[in-house]
């Protein structure tokens, strides 16, 4: 059997409101893939903290990125995971547990836009009193890293052409 034209672990990253879930859902029917919303995996616990405007702690994360991690791990054909992996040492957590390579897409975008979306947003656990911490622990993928960064100011469709053209072009 070929190999996938593209990595098929594919890691949505960046702060609270940069889209990773419509992003990883229209991407997913792009490519008949499967997406899944990293935040169903964060405990209670993470969630009623977040609800409380309280910032998760290194300590918060450790088992929700294990969880992450482990869950690349499941047989897909092509799965894209929406996690903010916001500094290389949560990422370097997720590609030891998935044991395998896993492409981050780094969904980049200025802080006045995302305070804008998030305010827009209803329904979401995460209030925008966070956007703050989320930028102030923000770490982008270094060069060394397998990671894509797009700027996410543009419009859905065309942000998921331009990562899937970036997938094809990184085949693992």
């Known amino acids: 059997m070929a190999a996938n034209p593209i990595p098929s672990r594919i890691v949505l990253m960046g702060v609270a409101g940069c889209g990773k879930s419509a992003v990883g859902a229209a991407l997913a029917a792009r490519l008949g893939a499967t997406y899944l919303d990293g935040d169903y995996l964060h405990p209670p616990e993470n969630i009623a903290k977040m609800s409380r405007g309280e910032p998760l702690t290194d300590e918060d994360r450790w088992p929700w990125l294990t969880l992450v991690g482990q869950r690349l791990t499941e047989p897909d054909d092509i799965l894209i995971l929406g996690c903010s992996a916001l500094k290389r040492r949560y990422r370097d957590q997720i590609r030891d547990k998935a044991g395998a390579p ?71």
Do not use: C
């Open 102 to 172: 896993v492409t981050f897409v780094h969904l980049s975008g200025t802080k006045h836009l995302i305070t804008a979306r998030m305010s827009a947003r209803a329904g979401h656990f995460m209030p925008p009193s966070l956007i703050d911490s989320q930028f102030a622990v923000l770490e982008p993928p270094a060069a060394d890293e397998k990671a894509i960064t797009v700027d996410i100011d543009k419009p859905l469709e065309a942000l998921v052409a331009a990562i899937a053209t970036k997938l094809e072009e990184t085949r693992t």
